[in-house]
């Protein structure tokens, strides 16, 4: 007899009375933990958020009716990433991929790829009557490596939702210094397809377009487990196409038009900064393109101008710059940062256990932030670059809906439901320190050049 957790069976409760309504579908998300993590970690996902909105590069160089689906997705290594189920090809073949609103191209290895760790699922070519591939072949480079593979076609099913011809990356190449973790095989590409490396329209968009969503958006409800080494998988809240799930959250949406711009199609889910409070008081920040923030589910931390970044730490008594981490900042571990960003009508808390990443070893007084200066200079968005990244620091304290049609994102405030599912109250107080070894780099995967 199988015994269910009273948050399981909380769970399971939300998700069945959400899929008796004829509407939209619902995914649950999982996660898994990989360990306590140190400040190399910090440190690489710092120096990957940075390329992969190319600040070490200069100007960018990308080119560029079933009802609502309710799909529970999963939450890896301590609040690191969110993934999802994703089948591909007749008969399917099912796979994990990072769901990802930061870029939008669809890939997951294959059995072709011989140097790709043998216990990853990967897609089986020779497997599928339905698939076409032309032989063409691309790479995706990233910021400390690349994938490449060949361009196909295939039937490509998520949730209930199908679309028959969806162009996705066979990879039979990864290099060695980006690598996939099980169960993970790929990456689902979530924003729009103005950031598209293979020249597809993302599975999302073609859904929205082929007018197969009950609504033309998606959302997301992701929980926390941050600095928690105890479990590997968890789940990781859901992940909504055509619509929301209102037994996640409570009160109305506050929805913010993305800018949009003429000369080019939309690429990023973005919005403009509008206020920051610090401990409950006004911190000045930057106007104009240095406003621009780009919501990503790919990211776990927020990253934003040094200008800004400065004045949000210097806010918090006792702060200051860490040595050996340009960047970061660190602050008392006996005090509670209470942080709060706004990107319209008002202010979104953020719980202080996201803010404080663990005390540092070297002094073990004092704890790691999760805001991080994302530019090292003063220069802001002047490139085309984004002046902020609001990753899932920011994204685990509010129901986040993502909408194609007027473009733009809404947040809600989580149910009491949703909170208490989501909430891992308990923060780990391992010191963190700088180590030889090499950790997987957080973002490392999905930011390309």
Known sequence: MISLSLPLILLFSIFTSALSAPDPLHIPITRRSGGVRDMDFYSAAAAHLRRRYDYHHGNQSHRREVGVSNMAIVNQKQDFRYYG???????????????????????????????????????????????????????????????????????????????????????DRVSEDLKLVNPVSGVMGLAFGGSNIIGATPFWQAL???????????????????????????????????????????????????????????????????????????????????????????????????KDVSAIWKAVPGSQPVANMPGFWAFPCTTNVSISLSFGSRLWPINPIDMNLGPLFASPSLCLGAIFDLKESDTGGSSGNPGWVIGDTFLKNVYSVFRMTPPSIGFAQLSAAADSLGSNTLHYTTALQLTSSRLPPPNSLYFPR
């Open 85 to 171: 189920a994703v089948s591909i090809g007749t008969p399917p073949q099912m796979f994990n991929v990072v769901l990802d609103t930061g870029s939008s191209d669809l890939w997951v290895v294959s059995t072709t790829c011989q140097a790709c760790d043998s216990t990853i699922p990967r897609f089986n070519p020779l497997s599928s009557t339905t698939l076409k591939m032309p032989g063409t072949n691309t790479t995706i480079r990233y910021a400390i490596g690349r994938v490449t593979g060949q361009i196909a076609t295939d039937t490509v099913t998520m949730g209930g939702y199908t679309i028959n011809s969806q162009t996705f990356m066979s990879v």
């Open 208 to 306: 929205a377009l082929g007018r197969q969503l009950p609504a033309s958006e998606m959302s997301f409800w992701l929980t926390r487990f941050i600095n928690d080494p105890r479990k590997t998988d968890n789940p990781g809240g859901a992940f909504t196409l055509g619509g929301t799930n209102p037994n996640l959250f409570q009160g109305g949406i506050d929805f913010v038009d993305i800018p949009t711009s003429s000369k080019r199609p939309n690429t990023y889910w973005s919005l403009n900064m509008a206020s920051v409070t610090v401990q409950g008081n006004p911190v000045s920040i930057s106007s104009g393109k240095s406003a621009l923030a780009v919501i990503d589910t790919g990211t776990t931390l927020i990253g934003g101008p040094t």
